[in-house]
């Protein structure tokens, strides 16, 4: 069940979103990773950043991107005059080590941390806002959708279906308390370490759900290029 919207986050709390950039974007077999692609005349991640720092929350930004990129991505901010103020990190083998390269930098265990695709650039600042209060509050907060098809799961040669109303696709950013994500990136990785929930419920802690979006989508494929593109086009003739 999705979690109710949480109280008002304490101005006090320190915060953080690492966003992680560090894939080479094999399915959208595209030369430039899918990250530096333009979206309406910007890079996908330069929407990613944007929508956390005008969240209220503006966390603070910790960039993890592969080593090779770092001169690019520079030279991109300096034409598109990016100037949100950010660290940049290098990324890790997998999504695991990267996130875990963010969370190894960050000391202090009484922080808010959000971990959040940078490829989910339609990502808004009023589910950022919540993952940050449900994190507070709970310790964990991981967005996500029901799923709107019906599913069925694969037994030998045949399928059954099950009961979607328990089922949820789960999107990011998913927020934690720090000392509970710390403790988590300290495992050894594993090849079910899907995202941050997974890690963190492997070390024993509690998965609260948040409400995400149908629009918070995942660029992956080429065809998602022009599903964002619209969804953008839709949302600035909406303002
Ligand atoms: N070593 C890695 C692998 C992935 N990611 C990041 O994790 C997010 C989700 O991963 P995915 O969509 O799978 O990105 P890629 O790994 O780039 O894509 P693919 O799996 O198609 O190669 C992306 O923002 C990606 O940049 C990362 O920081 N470090
Ligand atoms: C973290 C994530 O986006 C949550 O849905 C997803 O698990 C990433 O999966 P990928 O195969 O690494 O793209």
């Known amino acids: 069940m999705l ?3 949480s ?5 006090k709390s320190k915060t953080y979103a690492i966003i992680v950039a560090g894939g080479s974007g094999s399915r959208m077999q595209s030369a430039l990773p899918k990250q530096f692609i333009e979206l309406c005349g910007k890079p996908v991640l330069m929407h990613t950043m944007e929508a956390f ?7 603070e930004i910790i960039l993890v991107l592969h080593a090779t990129y770092h ?6 901010c300096n034409v598109h005059n990016f100037s949100i103020n950010h660290k940049l990190i290098a990324g890790g083998e997998t999504r695991f080590h990267s996130v875990k390269n963010a969370v190894d930098l960050i000391y202090d265990i009484n922080v808010l941390i959000a971990v959040h695709d940078a490829v989910r650039p339609l990502i808004s600042s009023a ?11 709970n310790g964990t907060a991981v967005t996500a959708v029901k799923s709107r098809d019906s599913i069925r799961q694969q ?5 059954t279906c099950l009961n979607r109303d328990e089922i949820y696709l789960v999107q990011t ?35 609260t759900l948040i409400a995400g979006s149908y629009s918070n989508i995942k660029i992956t494929f080429p065809e998602d290029i022009t599903i964002a593109e619209a969804l953008i086009n839709k949302k600035s003739h909406q303002r």
């Not at 109280?7 to 101005?11: G, S």
């Not at 495992?187 to 509690?206: C, I, K, L, R, W």
Request: with cysteine.
């Open 7 to 11: 109280e008002i986050l304490n101005p």
């Open 53 to 59: 720092h005008n969240s209220q929350t503006s966390p």
């Open 155 to 159: 037994n030998g040669e045949g399928s």
């Open 71 to 76: 001169d690019l991505w520079k030279e991109l």
């Open 127 to 137: 589910i950022i806002d919540e993952s940050f209060r449900c994190a507070e509050a």
């Open 3 to 5: 979690h109710p919207k």
């Open 173 to 207: 950013p998913q927020t934690f308390k720090s000392a509970l994500l710390k403790e988590a990136y300290m495992q050894p990785y594993s090849e079910n370490f899907t995202d941050d929930a997974s890690v963190v419920e492997q070390a024993g802690g509690q998965i």
